[in-house]
């Protein structure tokens, strides 16, 4: 049995620790916030509040595994709302994202100390305490490396910075002290086994000399598929499309080569209508606003209206420089859109070049424009990319990624010492 742990969650977390739970391998899941809340307190509270809030509920399934550790998430989450921004700077704000993992991690590390468990599983930048006193112990590691290292990604994006200046402040990975980088290197010298989610992540891998540890590629699943129209099996040959209908989501900065996807846009500007999904950073990038305004951009949405907006668009374009996996790639598959994107994302593993979508290389906007231009001139050949793209979406399902965490995880437990 192991003790797993994550502060704040996401899709793959989740469907992690249901994996381990259903497979009898999970003793504990500490997390920060599952809120779990009566109908009459949510009434009382305001709709943004609980739409957040609600993102940090967990199954009901979990509920005798998890243990909580509130306190510096919930200040994390409303300093800012409340004139407090200085509590969560980066690095060094007493409640930033570091000092939310630090605060749990610290707690983990006790909690190692103090019970019987076969192996600790943490996620980068959250495993460094509990895995020094898992070692201690002779407990087994299991480290989750989401993305890509970071100095694979600090030499990628400082000369991203370079080629780009004016888009240099939404880089905000290269603002990482060394004695971040330090701790994260830490971890992965203390990791008997790392689980990354795209073939992409493991080579950049190669760049940690420390390192000596085993690699497990267990790729992210697709999510439920929304009822759509059916497809024709034989796609019927129709006039272009006055504009292509072309989607982004993610967050805002060059890390996903936001750069090149308006440039390309620009290209083929009577061919195309962008339509942008995400957060800008905090800090202000006159170029970003000033691309955004001459596109469709929204912010944020629930994600059943994102997924909704994928249904509704033609081509998905994600030109990350690094990802380590990019989960929005399955999603707009499973939504029926092609997708083109780079080998730097895990693009490579999930389509098959000119059959689901294409991959492009990082930096260029004139690749980029030229699949955008083909769609565009071919709608047969769209309408049966599209319908490829929901059949490969199936060979992704969330049941197979917990089918094989699990059994990649029973694996490493069966070298590991008993408790």
């Known amino acids: 049995m192991l003790i797993f742990t994550h502060p704040t969650g996401n899709a793959n977390v989740r469907h992690a620790a249901l994996a381990l739970f259903r497979a009898g391998l999970l003793a504990e899941f500490w997390t920060c916030l599952n809120f779990q809340a009566p109908a009459v307190i949510e009434r009382l509270l305001p709709g943004r509040v609980i739409g957040q809030l609600r993102r940090r509920a967990y199954p009901a399934e979990l509920s005798t595994a998890i243990r909580t550790r509130p306190f510096h998430e919930v200040v994390r989450l409303f300093a800012p709302k409340l004139g407090l921004p200085g509590l969560v700077t980066h690095e060094t704000g007493p409640f930033s994202v570091d000092a939310v993992y630090r605060s749990l991690g610290r707690a983990v590390a006790r909690r190692v100390r103090t019970g019987k468990f ?183 949405c629930p994600h059943q209206d994102i997924l909704a907006e994928m249904a509704a668009h033609d081509v998905f374009v994600f030109p990350s420089l690094f990802e380590g996996f990019g989960l929005v790639l399955l999603e707009a598959l499973a939504m029926g859109l092609p997708i083109i994107t780079t080998s730097h994302t895990a693009g490579p593993d999930l389509i098959r070049e000119g059959a689901e979508g294409f991959i492009v290389p990082i930096r260029d906007s004139t690749a980029i424009a030229a699949r955008l231009e083909l769609l565009h001139r071919e709608p047969d050949r769209l309408a049966e990319m599209s319908a490829a793209a929901r059949r490969r979406a199936r060979e992704f399902s969330w049941e197979n990624y917990e089918t094989t965490l699990a059994t990649c995880v029973g694996r490493a437990l069966a070298g590991a010492p008993a408790a």
């Open 118 to 300: 076969r192996a600790v599983y943490a996620y980068e930048d959250g495993a460094q305490f509990s895995f020094k006193e898992a070692r201690r112990r002779g407990v087994c590691t299991l480290y989750d490396l989401p993305i890509g290292y970071w100095r694979a990604a600090r030499t990628l994006l400082l000369d991203g910075a370079e080629r780009e200046p004016e888009w240099a402040a939404t880089l905000t990975g290269n603002r990482d002290s060394s004695a971040k980088t330090d701790r994260k290197d830490a971890e992965l010298a203390l990791a008997d086994v790392v689980f990354v989610a795209s073939s992409y992540t493991r080579r950049t891998l190669s760049e940690a000399a420390d390192f000596k540890g085993t690699v497990m590629v267990v790729p992210y699943g697709s999510p439920a598929f929304m009822p759509l129209p059916p497809l024709p099996d034989t796609p019927r040959l129709t006039a272009p499309k006055k504009k292509l209908r072309v989607l982004f989501v993610g967050s805002l900065g060059q890390r996903k080569g936001l750069s090149y996807l308006f440039a390309a846009c620009r290209r083929v500007r009577t061919a195309v209508a962008l339509t942008v999904i995400g957060q800008k950073p905090l800090e202000p990038c006159p170029v970003l606003d000033r691309e955004l305004a001459s596109v469709r951009w929204i912010p944020s």
